[in-house]
């Protein structure tokens, strides 16, 4: 597994990529989900996080494990930590992990997460993300709409405070809990961005600065 360190700002984040079967296997279990009303209801999460969405919920943990989600999770976060601050992490404790289905017009407010650790990254992507069609002008115009936006501290000089995030399907973002986040809402298209988070525990001496 190969991931890759980014600092667009203070606090150390990581991307890595999802690895093709585990995003069908992922989607497939959305799909599956989504037309199963009862257990929809029995897994929703939207009642307890941020996002003025279509749909919000939970993966049952056990189902985590059996195709490897946890697995990509847990030792993605492991280089992390390796990798940014040269510690190998003992405790990886998943909270939870969810998914959120989003289209057009709704969005995600800026809110942080839970645990030590977090994360976000894309199943499914519209193909027009990232574009706006400006009838007056005859042209589509680049916009934010859909981004994934990282927010730290306030711009000054050569920092800036946002790191603005274009989805591709298979790529997962690794960030401190505590880093405040938006996804703006998208138009021009009635397609699906599909996305998945998750929240953890890991060593509280790794974690604690203090």
Known sequence: MTIEIIRPFGPLIAKAKIPKQLVDDLNKYVDEIILDNKKAKELS???????DVTQEFKLEQEYSKKIGWLDFISKSVFQWMQMSR???IKEFQMIDSW?????????NPVHTHGGHVSGAGFLKVPK??????QAEKAEFKNYAGGTLNLIHGSKQFLSKSTFQI???V????????????????????????RSISFNAF???SVYNNY
């Open 202 to 204: 890991i060593d509280h």
């Open 99 to 107: 998914v959120v289905r989003q289209f057009q017009n709704e969005y």
């Open 45 to 51: 999460a939207g009642y307890k996080l941020a996002g």
């Open 86 to 88: 040269n510690v190998s």
């Open 166 to 168: 274009k989805p591709e």
């Open 170 to 193: 298979g790529d997962f973002y690794f960030f401190p809990n505590y880093m405040m986040h938006t996804v703006y809402p998208f138009k021009d298209t009635n397609e699906e961005r």
């Open 128 to 133: 027009t993300l990232g574009k706006h069609y």
